[in-house]
Structures are given as structure tokens and as C-alpha cells.
């Protein structure tokens, strides 16, 4: 996890106004992250900070490709991403139960701002839930080899199963009794 310490925006010696970072995002940061739904990829993060008195407003521009496999082929593709978020964080003495989606409290005595687990919910709320080549990917289409495979597979299947049907004894008595 000593990787992910460089995600981290220390605040506390900033003046108030505009800060930008920048952050790479590559795959020893998808390592960090066990059950990531995305174990390859190549993203460039710009980070806009602004500080306010009470409060920071922080926007992220997150633009690159991530590897995703497609569900139907089983290829394995580029998938560009590009998007936006902005994220308030807001400084208080006690406890507050109400954090948002949108809003993250931080303790007055608070100096630095971990990014590492937005960036990476940020991104994997981004996976598409039925990835596939053609769709999420620039100019590449489903491996026609292996979209014939899965059809002759297909076929077999069904050529078996319906001569398992003819061949089985014990299905076809218990047909007689439903037609009866």
C-alpha cells in the first residue's frame, strides 16, 4: 500500500485558490486493489483543487483506457474512458454522520487528502456491465474465429440434446403421462 501514498494531497500549506495535480494511473495501481474490477489500464488524472476557508472544492478530469474482456468473444481490448467529477470537502471540529456522494468531511486538524480510493471507485463505476468489442472499443470488432466456435458449440449442443431425447426411454414414458 506504500504505493498509493503518492495519491495523496497535502492541503494544509496551500494558499487559498486554484492548485492543479496531475496523477498517473497504471496497473501497479489496480494491483493495490484485490477485487478491482479493472486489473489493467493506463489513465492520466488532472486534479483541480480549490481551497477555501472551510471548504476545498476538487475536480477530477480522468482521461486514458482501461483493458476489459469482452463478454462475448473473450478478447481482450482498449477501452477508452473520459469523464468528469467534482467532490466537496468540507472541515469540521466534531463528528458528522452525514457524508454524501457528493460531499466528504474531514477533521479541522486534517492536513492531506487521500484520492486513491476516489479515483478507483471513480473509475470502476465506469466499467460497462456487458462489455464488448465492438461497442466499447475504437475500430475493432468480436474475433470472428471465436464467434464461429461458440456458434458450432451451440450447435452441437442442441444436435445432442435432441437426440438425448429420442434415445431416453424414461423421458418419453413420462411424456405419455402428460398427453393423457
Known amino acids: 500500500m506504500k504505493y498509493l501514498k503518492q495519491y495523496r494531497i497535502p492541503f494544509s500549506g496551500l494558499t487559498a485558490g486554484?492548485?492543479?495535480?496531475?496523477?498517473?494511473?497504471?496497473?501497479?495501481?489496480?494491483?493495490?486493489?484485490?477485487?478491482?474490477?479493472?486489473k489493467n489500464g493506463k489513465l492520466k488524472a488532472l486534479v483541480q483543487l480549490q481551497k477555501q476557508e472551510t471548504m476545498l472544492i476538487v475536480t477530477?478530469?480522468?482521461?486514458?483506457?482501461?483493458?476489459?474482456?469482452?463478454?462475448v468473444c473473450l478478447n481482450e481490448?482498449?477501452?477508452?474512458?473520459?469523464f468528469n467529477e467534482r467532490l466537496i470537502v468540507k472541515f469540521v471540529n466534531e463528528e458528522w454522520d452525514n457524508d454524501t456522494e457528493e460531499v466528504l468531511v474531514l477533521s479541522k486538524t486534517d492536513y492531506e487528502l487521500d484520492i486513491?480510493?476516489?479515483?478507483?471507485?471513480y473509475i470502476n463505476v465506469?466499467?460497462?456491465?456487458?462489455?464488448?468489442?465492438s461497442e466499447q472499443s475504437i475500430n475493432?470488432?468480436?474475433d470472428?474465429?471465436?464467434?464461429?466456435?461458440?456458434?458450432?458449440?451451440?450447435?452441437?449442443?442442441?444436435?445432442?440434446s435432441?437426440?438425448?431425447?429420442?434415445?431416453?426411454p424414461r423421458w418419453a414414458a413420462l411424456k405419455n403421462i402428460k398427453n393423457n
Do not use: W
Open 144 to 160: 470472428a474465429e471465436m464467434l464461429s466456435k461458440i456458434n458450432n458449440s451451440n450447435q452441437q449442443e442442441e444436435e445432442s
Open 18 to 38: 486554484k492548485h492543479d495535480f496531475e496523477f498517473e494511473i497504471d496497473d501497479k495501481f489496480f494491483d493495490c486493489y484485490a477485487h478491482s474490477l479493472v
Open 162 to 168: 435432441s437426440e438425448e431425447e429420442k434415445i431416453d
Open 126 to 133: 465506469r466499467v460497462p456491465y456487458y462489455a464488448k468489442c
Open 60 to 71: 477530477f478530469s480522468i482521461e486514458g483506457t482501461i483493458k476489459l474482456t469482452c463478454d
Open 77 to 82: 481490448f482498449d477501452s477508452p474512458l473520459q
Open 116 to 121: 486513491a480510493g476516489l479515483l478507483y471507485e
Open 140 to 142: 475493432l470488432t468480436c
